[in-house]
């Protein structure tokens, strides 16, 4: 596995799940045709986690599960998306402020010209992502609320039942 320069603090989960990240992209060097080496490096695709981390927390209902507890929880398929899309918006920026055409000769040539090609994959990748976030969390909150010994949480129809049960 490739070394992680200037991030060696992460845990092995995360030097792991940044190679996953990259083979889900497809991030190679003998894959990208177009330009030399990797188009992400190892670090924005941390950050990258970082940031679908904090998404995925801070989106009601709160929570503050860590990477390791998500990918036992069975979100690697969800954690990859929230973290490609990030990555995305990233390139997807790097695109845009890079973009210039130009002509010579009555030859017009566009350098950087990707952005609405990555703005596509976004949306496709934001809209499908974000409703199986909600999902997760939807049944996050009702495993919450029914809790280890699924007990569960009373109606008041519990309570005005049982009174007449109770002596």
Do not use: C
Not at 128 to 137: A, E, M, P
């Amino acid at each position: 596995m490739a070394q992680l320069q200037g991030i060696e603090h992460l845990s092995d989960t995360m030097k792991t799940f940044v190679q996953v990240v990259r083979e889900y992209l497809r991030d190679h060097p003998e894959l990208n045709r177009l330009i030399a080496g990797q188009e992400t490096n190892n670090r924005l695709i941390a950050w990258s986690i970082l940031d679908a981390l904090s998404l995925f927390n801070g989106t009601p209902h709160l929570t503050n599960y860590s990477l390791d507890e998500l990918l036992a929880m069975n979100q690697h398929y969800l954690m990859v998306r929230l973290t490609a899309t990030t990555v995305l918006e990233s390139v997807g920026l790097l695109q845009t402020r890079n973009h210039i055409n130009y002509s010579d000769g009555g030859l017009n040539v566009g350098v950087n010209d990707k952005t609405p090609l990555i703005m596509n994959w976004l949306q496709y990748f934001r809209a499908s992502t974000l409703q199986q976030l909600q999902r997760v969390k939807v049944a996050l909150n009702i495993s919450s609320i029914l809790g280890p010994s699924n007990v569960g949480v009373h109606s008041e129809y519990w309570a005005i039942n049982y009174s007449y049960l109770v002596y």
